[in-house]
């Protein structure tokens, strides 16, 4: 988790941070791209399709390995394109960045691409690792996009990943440690039930309690997905449901599956949060896709933890 002083900026500090011309667009940013404490990215007119994923290193722009990567084009205007399943795409975004030297970035995909299983990660020139924006980056931003479980619909102005900025502090450090968790929870719960702590706040499967499904397994052969058509589709032709066994579930490696956490867990709102995608610890295995939670997440009755992640 990460301070509101220091680390992740609010809507509003990105409002002024856009106003400044630290954030700049091809076309104007819309207020619906404004998150508690993220903006949405979006998709520019034209998707490269790529060989393979590539990052630049240093010293290197992203559109000059484009021009030797790139094997089709897709125009993304209008009703857009399909992108199709198992396939590497490179896209431009309408926004750009010229940010201050104490000012950097991470990125992530937005919970409804996570729940399609399209796996994103931002780029930028001269970097060396995905979905990071070094501090003070001056340049354009482009998202690797590519679809594992469904072909999916998208077009110019689509919104797949959303972008944290992050203040510096005088420490260099906006990250929470366990007794600073701890006390947290104790002037106000983060989570129902017990606390288990190791480096963060650790969160378990829920396979019982839940009524009749437990989860989702995405289904192999579907229709195509238009990402920007919101509550459209039936889950039925989509999805398979995960019925309670003896409060057991057997996961194939190579199948996706969205489940939700035994706890309820509320965020106070001068703090975020964010899950991690990968613990060694726990198993050689993605959790999540979109694993950020903005400031006030989970608020329940009473203030009380109200939802599962």
């Known amino acids: 988790m990460a301070s509101a002083v220091h680390g992740v900026l609010s809507c509003e ?3 002024e941070l856009a106003a400044s011309g ?3 667009a091809t076309l104007p ?4 791209q404004h998150q508690p404490a993220s903006l949405d990215l979006r998709l520019g007119p034209t998707a490269y399709r790529v060989r393979a994923s590539f990052l630049p290193g240093k010293r ?3 559109e000059a390995l484009l021009a030797e990567l790139t094997y089709d084009e897709i125009d993304l205007r209008g009703a857009g394109a399909v992108l199709e399943r198992g396939c590497v795409y490179v896209i431009p975004l309408l926004e750009s960045l010229h940010l201050p030297e104490d000012i950097s970035g991470v990125a992530n995909p937005k919970s409804s691409t996570g729940r399609l299983d399209i796996f994103t990660r931002l780029i ?5 690792i995905f979905d990071h924006v070094a501090a003070g980056y001056r340049g354009r931003l482009y998202a690797e996009v590519s679809p594992r479980s469904f072909s ?5 102005g689509s919104r797949l990943d959303q972008l944290r900025l992050r203040r510096r502090a005088a420490a260099g450090e906006t990250t929470l440690s366990d007794a600073a968790l701890a006390a947290e929870h104790a002037r106000a719960p983060l989570a129902d039930g ?4 190791r480096d963060g706040l650790i969160l378990r499967v829920a396979l019982d309690g839940l009524g009749d499904v437990v989860g989702y397994r995405a289904q192999k052969h579907t ?3 238009d990402v920007d058509r919101v509550d459209h589709y039936a889950i039925e032709d989509y999805w398979e449901r995960l019925a309670p066994r003896r409060s057991k579930l057997i996961l194939d490696p190579n199948e996706f599956y969205i489940l939700a956490s035994r706890e309820r867990i509320r965020i106070p709102s001068h703090l975020s949060a964010e899950m991690m995608a990968i613990d060694p610890a726990m198993g050689e295995f993605r959790v999540h896709y979109a694993g950020f939670f903005d400031p006030g997440f989970g608020y329940g009755a009473q203030g009380l933890p109200g939802s599962r992640a």
């Not at 940013?29 to 619906?32: L, M, P, S, T, Y």
């Not at 930028?124 to 060396?128: A, F, I, N």
């Open 124 to 128: 930028t020139d001269d970097t060396e």
């Open 194 to 197: 017990e606390l288990t702590l």
């Open 223 to 225: 229709d195509v997905i």
């Open 152 to 156: 999916v619909r998208a077009r110019q």
């Open 29 to 32: 940013i819309e207020e619906g």
């Open 22 to 24: 630290a954030i700049v």
């Open 60 to 62: 290197r722009s992203v």
């Open 13 to 15: 500090q990105i409002r």
